[in-house]
């Protein structure tokens, strides 16, 4: 699944009128999963490391209201990848989208929805080209956006579904549109990989008061502002403010004392992540006494691994929820 699934179509003298000389779009590349067709050309590029992705699954067709929709919709979330090629004119549709659907068959990946033409529904090719290839999509020329306006009612779709050989999901959606009168054909893949969000790009630690409303409601309260490296105990510069917020809790309220407990996920061996749970507890108490004169009698660090859970460790948005330190009151 690493290499490209190549599309090897017979290669013939190709129909240059309108094609693009090369790439329109600057850096643009091939997605490692599907090479493009012969002779195709690169004219739309857009990579987004995590976004949302509305992917038709079932036909064209009015809803109660009397307005275009579909049957099924697939909403996705992860890596998207959207590319759009134009391709000679001498290649049929049919002969493009046969190769694609080969090569993910090849490739492991089963077809959750399949159309062409008037199956796939009323204005099925005009959605394709409002959505997803229109002048602000394709870049260059305009004869490079036309075969998707001249060939939205010969078109044709496909959406696959399947794992990476490292077993992330992926889905594949491909449409593709006839060159007609006299245009070249039209291709857009839209490639979504189930990728985790990358987290800790934006800071909401609570505060003081907040942390104060935790022990008093709850008896704890979970601060995920502390951060370590990977199996790493020693405290990250970026948890200044977190740590900052824990101090003023306890200068604020000199009479509570409180349990420092250090949670991690279950990724490694259980007595593994004891102890270094343990010692990321301790190495909170210690920063709580030396940089901001908390009494250690006050503090007790007390580490538990991932035998406290608060979500699912099976993916990484409930492992990223187990890994926090608490403040339990004493």
């Known amino acids: 699944m690493r290499k490209y699934l190549l599309l090897c179509a017979a290669v013939a003298p190709l129909a240059h009128a309108q094609m693009p000389p090369q790439d329109t779009v600057k850096g643009a590349k091939d997605h490692p999963l599907l090479s493009r067709f012969t002779g195709a050309k690169l004219v739309g590029y857009e990579v987004k490391e995590f976004d949302e992705a509305l992917l038709p699954a079932g036909k064209r067709v009015a809803d109660k209201n009397n307005q275009p929709n579909f049957d099924k919709v697939l909403t996705l979330e992860g890596k998207v990848t959207r590319i759009a090629y134009n391709y000679p004119k001498d290649r049929s549709a049919v002969e493009v989208m046969r190769n694609y659907q080969a090569a993910l068959d090849k490739a492991g990946l089963k077809t959750v929805f399949a159309c062409a033409k008037e199956n796939c529904g009323d ?43 490292d077993g992330t999901p992926v889905h594949v959606a491909v449409y593709s549109v006839a060159p007609v009168q006299d245009k070249n054909g039209g291709l857009y893949l839209e490639i979504v990989e189930g990728k985790p969000m990358e987290s800790d790009k934006v800071s909401a630690n609570l505060n003081a008061a907040d942390m104060a409303k935790g022990i008093a409601a709850e008896g704890k309260v979970a601060v995920y502002g502390v951060y370590f490296d990977t199996d790493k105990s020693e405290i990250k510069p970026e948890s200044k403010a977190a ?61 538990v691994a991932s035998y406290a859970p608060v979500a699912s460790n099976d ?3 409930g492992r990223e929820k187990n890994r926090r330190v608490e403040l339990v009151k004493q």
């Open 123 to 165: 204005s099925f090719g005009e959605y394709w080209r409002a959505s997803r290839v229109s002048n602000n999509f394709v870049k260059g020329e305009i004869a490079y956006v036309e075969p998707f306006n001249y060939g939205r009612n010969d078109e044709r779709y496909l959406l696959a579904k399947g794992t990476t050989a």
């Open 243 to 303: 740590l900052g917020e824990m101090a003023k809790l306890l200068q604020q309220n000199p009479q509570l004392k409180v349990y420092v407990v250090g949670h991690t996920d279950n990724q490694g061996a259980p007595a593994h992540n004891v102890d270094l749970s343990q010692k990321r507890a301790e190495a909170v108490v210690k920063a709580l006494a030396a940089d901001y004169k908390i009494d250690g009698k006050r503090l007790s660090a007390k580490g």
């Open 315 to 317: 993916a990484e948005a």
